[in-house]
T-cell receptor, first 118, second 112 residues
Framework: DTGVSQNPRHKITKRGQNVTFRCDPI?????LYWYRQTLGQGPEFLTYFQNEAQLEKSRLLSDRFSAERPKGSFSTLEIQRTEQGDSAMYLCASSLGGGLRYGGTEAFFGQGTRLTVV | DQQVKQNSPSLSVQEGRISILNCDYT??????FLWYKKYPAEGPTFLIS?????DKNEDGRFTVFLNKSAKHLSLHIVPSQPGDSAVYFCAASALSGTALIFGKGTTLSVSS
């Protein structure tokens, strides 16, 4: 296992279409996070899972967004009825435990999925 | 309202000199701070962290300083190397929260 893997790396879709991204975390990591990054901004938190439970969602995560982590392993992020404002880099990260402050690991990020809505 | 601010979008430094990247925060609940580095087409990678119970943490060429009263932290890279050229993000978290709150990043360019 070489790190956090995200697929696809790039996605171009027409406005109004649905898209789904996949994230495979580092295998022993129990926490999985989704972030979004737009041009000139830092990553913005969307949601996180501890094992299969989705424990926190940002207000950035509108009703059109849904994330799952069905067996506590890989995760999917779906965006329904995409809008041009959804164009961004979607980053997945995973960590062991609650992070460095709790004696776990830092969050390791994947390379991201770049979404372009035309 | 941006809770973590990196007011310098870019910084240029000569190889061998010191690079100082600055970060300010507004949320007094933040008590854990991290720096991430990002190369183009890659995800951010963890660099160094500091807890609010400390005012300095050092790891090789990288040192992070925390001034809680000023709500300010800085990352020092000494000596700077061309391979350090990347975007550096400051991030913070609160005990009550889980998410990392990131700044907008500072692009460091180290010339040889």
């Amino acid at each position: 296992d070489t790190g956090v893997s995200q697929n696809p790396r790039h996605k171009i879709t027409k406005r109004g279409q649905n898209v789904t991204f996949r994230c495979d975390p580092i295998s022993e990591h129990n926490r999985l996070y989704w972030y979004r990054q737009t041009l000139g901004q830092g990553p913005e938190f969307l949601t996180y899972f501890q094992n299969e439970a989705q424990l926190e969602k940002s207000r950035l995560l509108s009703d059109r967004f849904s994330a799952e982590r069905p067996k506590g392993s890989f995760s999917t992020l779906e965006i329904q009825r995409t809008e041009q404002g959804d164009s961004a880099m979607y980053l997945c990260a995973s960590s062991l435990g609650g992070g460095l402050r709790y004696g776990g690991t830092e969050a390791f990020f994947g390379q991201g999925t770049r979404l372009t809505v035309v | 309202d941006q809770q973590v601010k990196q007011n310098s979008p870019s910084l240029s430094v000569q190889e061998g000199r010191i690079s100082i990247l600055n970060c300010d925060y507004t949320n007094s609940m933040f008590d854990y701070f991290l720096w991430y580095k990002k190369y183009p087409a890659e995800g951010p990678t963890f660099l160094i962290s500091i807890s609010s119970i400390k005012d300095k943490n050092e790891d090789g060429r990288f040192t992070v300083f925390l001034n809680k009263s000023a709500k300010h932290l800085s990352l020092h890279i000494v000596p700077s190397q061309p391979g350090d050229s990347a975007v550096y993000f400051c991030a913070a978290s609160a005990l009550s929260g889980t998410a990392l709150i990131f700044g907008k990043g500072t692009t460091l360019s180290v010339s040889s």
